[in-house]
């Protein structure tokens, strides 16, 4: 078992809901002894149920009982606050142990639950059109941490509803905490557990070269890339990263990606006024993409009150993806949702930090 697999609180006993099953196994089997039918029970509970102690798992020796009491604890998030849009998308705001508050959002589209996950507190990457950029990168979150998103929301929906797709595109950069992430999606696709397919997980990156790989070699799921402009310089001036790794790097790392046949990479294009929304960038972009299975997602800009950037007219958007589809692009304009409650892209985090410092003592 990797070490960083191995999350402990202060008194040094081990996360419980940051191993997926072949560590949980591993732990309870192998070291402690313990029967696999019996580690199969605590894990299922772990991943279907409320949990409130170990008293409440059914059909437990007490050795087995006391053994987790001991050595293991389950963490979970609180709810700090569930806020609703007027479109019917949901904020969830949880405050983690150490106090630091995280968001996930669930979106409502058509008769199909998706749920914005995040995989870190804040974000390292800096993008300046993105407000979760401004508060740096907090800390890494734990697969617990990660995991526990879609089983918190999940738990709280009526029997009828079910999360469909689960998108990592919350705050944070997740290929920047590809160690937890990976045991937390893989907590995500067991069929004792949250039990999401491969194909209804979605990992979005800024371009973090060299982890696409580490990514696709570890799991299957779907990739999405924020490529956002279509030079060199135009990228560099918004998106920092592309300071290490270039934009001709990073297609290149997407041209080499493995995808099952029929696949294809979404591309995210955030749409900035007078910035990268020309006709040009339109057919730059097409010329870029050329060759890779794409799918394409225009992001008109969410404004935020403290940047000097615009979201273009509609028809602007809508000129832009006609000649991407002309191109033979498969492409959509995504619809902003959830803005009365800063739930949109690139919200996440800044709103509540502004209400902290408005309420804060002088
Ligand atoms: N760090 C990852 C995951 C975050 S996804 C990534 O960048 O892909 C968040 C998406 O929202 C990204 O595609 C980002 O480019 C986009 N975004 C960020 N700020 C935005 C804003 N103000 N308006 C519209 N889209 C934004």
Known sequence: MPPHALAHDDQGRIDLRSLDWDAFRALMVDEWGDSATRARRVFRHLWTQP???????????????????QRAYVPTLQTE?????????????WRC??????????????????????SQVGCAMACTFCLTGDMGLKRQLKASEIAMQPLLVGLS?????????????GMGEPLHNLDNLVPALTLCMDDHGLNFGHRKITVSTVGLVPKMAELAAALPVNLAVSINATTEEQRRQIMP???????????DACRAFPLPSGKSILFEYVM??????????????????????????LIPYNENPDRDLRRPAPERVTAFQALLMQRGYFTKIRITRGIDVSAACGQLGKARQRNAAVSAPA
């Open 51 to 69: 949990f409130t102690s170990f008293e409440a798992i059914p059909n437990l020796a007490l050795a087995t009982r006391r053994m987790l009491e």
């Open 81 to 93: 606050q569930v806020i609703e849009s007027e479109d019917g998308t949901t904020k969830f705001l």
């Open 97 to 118: 142990e150490d106090g630091a508050v995280i968001e996930s959002v669930l979106i409502p589209d058509n008769d199909r639950l998706t749920l914005c996950m995040s």
């Open 157 to 169: 929906l009526p029997p009828e509803k079910r999360i469909a797709n689960l998108v990592l595109m």
């Open 241 to 251: 990263i592309t300071r290490k790794h270039s934009l001709a790097e990073l297609l």
């Open 272 to 297: 900035l006024a007078g910035f990268n929304d020309a006709d040009e960038d339109a057919v730059r972009l097409a010329d870029l993409l050329e060759g890779i299975p794409s799918k394409i997602n």
